[in-house]
């Protein structure tokens, strides 16, 4: 049933001495959308890059679709999609010879091609911009024409490096439509992204990786249990350091301060709510525990440049 | 240690992904691009070296007369067969292909498809010799309407014409392969392929040149080139077999040899 589609083993990448990924291991199943979190530099792009075959690996074994990589990277990409990062779209041709041209480097042509073009591009709704050329294409368009790029070649696997990054909401929500679609004809997804949001709303399963090691790995339902209290109250305002003194600190499981805001875990909201009704001075917001909780739990909160 | 190895090895591999045909639909996109700017480029290419063959040929021609038992616009036009095909290449080995390696991210996502590094490398360097072969049949068309070319057997400088472009294709990838910027390129066509295309015989023969200087041209490839072209499009008699086998020999020596280079340090760059 569940058959791996990704096995890692100590996966490993070097760059000038400093251990870039160090020694992960993976396992993605087939049919799942497994998700990569993590801060900038956490080695995110260069496990992704690995499994594509375009980084080489300093150690560890790899396979991707059953083809050893990167030695059999060549028959692996074939029955693989990739939307990097960058759209990398021809801006000489216009969108149907950006699709038609890819195709050509797997081999592809005629007239299954042609309707296999038609198709994609109904699934990207842009039917009426076959003839356009891609500077007159706005940002949610150019993306959704390098998903339908990464799927000419009806693929197993299809590989997402920050899918939405800089597309509005509407655009945003059309990805994830597609990207839904994709897993319920069987397609088995791996994604990076930095909205928690996407990966909890998309995804099966996920790992938070950083500094190159992955600190967990499961669905957003599982890391919050493992990691949080189901609920989260923000606390700011004039007296919060003596309300937190003399009541919340008691009523709080944990609480963590970050500037001037004050985060109480609790696994019963109700009695610090209570008390903090009673402090006007005191504004709060309590709701329950999501993925950027556990996100920033395991990988801190320092910026990352 | 490593790298020497990989460069060892290149040739080899290179050979087999030459008889594999993946690179055709890399050298059609090209052609695919090509054809949608071909007006502007084709007259770049006849125009230009009609403009240098007109003021070239006539007017330095008046003050020269003969060279070497030829008019001068037959001798020049012979040379700047060689030489068109050798600017066209390189400047497709350079910028355009610096374009496509980092700027557009080309290479890139044809390596997320069932194409490899020599795949692509070899699309561009026929592409290039193309692009070359075009510009060198413009000249042979206007050279002949001019009166330049002498006979039939000029048709045999276009494989020679393809050759160099290849050659020379090759040799900019590898300078493609070592920059960071478009200003790198300079460097390459000022210091390489400037004095290249003036000591090469493309403006006057070299036999009256200094011998120190005759040798270092013997080692251009430029000159091998025009050693084989000028004779096939002027009349001149070609030269032994040996000879001739020697010049392509030479064409390809420098052709396969920086194709590896190439081969070895794209390959580290777009596997980094």
Redo the contacts between chains.
């Keep these: 049933m569940s058959t791996a589609v990704v096995v890692a083993k100590g996966l490993t990448k070097r760059y000038g001495g400093q251990r870039v990924v160090d020694g992960i291991e993976l396992e993605v199943r087939q049919g799942e959308c497994f998700g990569l979190l993590g801060p900038n530099g956490a080695g995110k792009t260069t496990t992704l890059r690995m499994l ?1 075959g ?3 690996p300093d150690g560890g074994e790899l396979e991707v679709l059953g083809h050893g990589v ?1 030695q059999q990277a ?2 692996m ?2 029955q ?1 999609g ?1 939307v ?1 990062q ?1 759209d ?1 779209l ?4 216009t969108v149907s ?1 950006n699709l038609r ?2 195709a ?4 592809l042509s005629g007239r299954v091609l042609e309707q296999r073009i038609d198709e994609l591009l109904a699934f990207a709704n842009l039917e009426h911009k076959s003839g356009a050329r891609i500077d007159a294409l706005s940002g949610g368009m150019k993306r959704r024409l390098t998903l339908a790029r ?1 799927l000419i ?1 009806d693929p197993a696997l299809v590989v997402l490096d920050e899918p939405t990054t800089g597309l509005d909401p509407q655009a945003r929500q059309v990805i994830w439509q597609r990207l839904r679609s994709l897993l319920n004809e069987g397609r088995t997804l791996i994604m990076t992204t930095h909205y928690m949001e996407e990966a909890q709303r998309l995804c099966d399963r996920l790992a938070i990786m950083d500094h190159g090691r992955i600190l967990d790995v499961g669905s957003p339902a599982e890391l919050i249990a493992r990691h949080i209290e189901p609920h989260v109250i923000e606390v700011h305002g004039e007296g919060l350091d003596a309300w937190y003194g003399q009541q919340g600190r008691a009523l709080a499981v944990r609480s963590e301060r970050v500037g001037e805001t004050l985060f109480c875990y609790a696994r019963d909201e109700r009695r610090l709510v209570d008390s903090l009704c009673e402090q006007p001075q005191l504004q709060f917001m309590s709701r329950p525990a999501d993925l950027e909780d556990v996100f920033l739990k395991l990988t801190g909160r320092d910026l990352r440049e | 240690m490593d790298g020497l190895r990989q460069l060892a090895m290149a040739p080899l591999q290179l050979l087999q992904d030459l008889f594999a045909l993946r690179w055709y ?2 050298w ?2 090209n052609v ?2 090509w054809r ?2 071909a007006g502007p480029a084709l007259i770049g290419n006849i125009g230009e070296p009609l403009l240098y063959l007109f003021a070239l040929g006539y007017g330095l021609g008046q003050l020269v007369g003969e060279v070497g038992g030829l008019d001068y616009i037959t001798f020049l036009a012979s040379g700047f067969i060689c030489a068109s095909a050798m600017n066209t290449a390189s400047f497709e080995g350079t910028y355009s292909a610096f374009t496509r390696m980092t700027v ?3 290479w ?9 590094v020599n795949d692509i490398l070899f699309g561009e360097v026929f592409w290039g010799a193309t692009k070359s072969l075009l510009s060198a049949t413009m000249i042979i068309i206007v050279a002949s309407l001019m009166g330049a070319v002498h006979g039939w057997a000029a048709l045999w400088a276009l494989p020679v014409a393809l050759l160099t472009g290849a050659c020379f294709t090759a040799m900019a990838l590898v300078v493609t392969a070592v920059s960071r910027s478009y200003d790198f390129f300079l460097y390459y066509f000022t210091l390489l392929l400037t004095p290249m295309l003036l000591f090469s015989g493309v403006f006057f023969p070299l036999d009256g040149m200094p011998g120190s200087l005759q040798q270092a041209s013997a080692m251009l490839p430029l000159t091998h080139a025009i050693a084989v072209v000028r004779p096939l499009v002027t009349g001149q008699p070609l030269g032994t077999l040996a000879d001739v086998s020697l010049h392509i020999a030479v064409l390809l020596g420098y052709g396969l040899a920086a194709l590896s280079i190439a081969s070895v340090l794209i390959g580290r760059y ?3």
């Design positions: 594509l375009m980084t080489l990167p060549r028959p990409r074939r693989l990739v990097p960058q990398s021809d801006p000489d041709f010879e041209t890819y050509s480097y797997f081999g990464a070649n | 639909p890399v059609r996109r695919r691009v949608k700017l557009q991210e080309t890139n996502s044809m390596l997320y498809t069932p194409l490899s777009l596997h980094r």
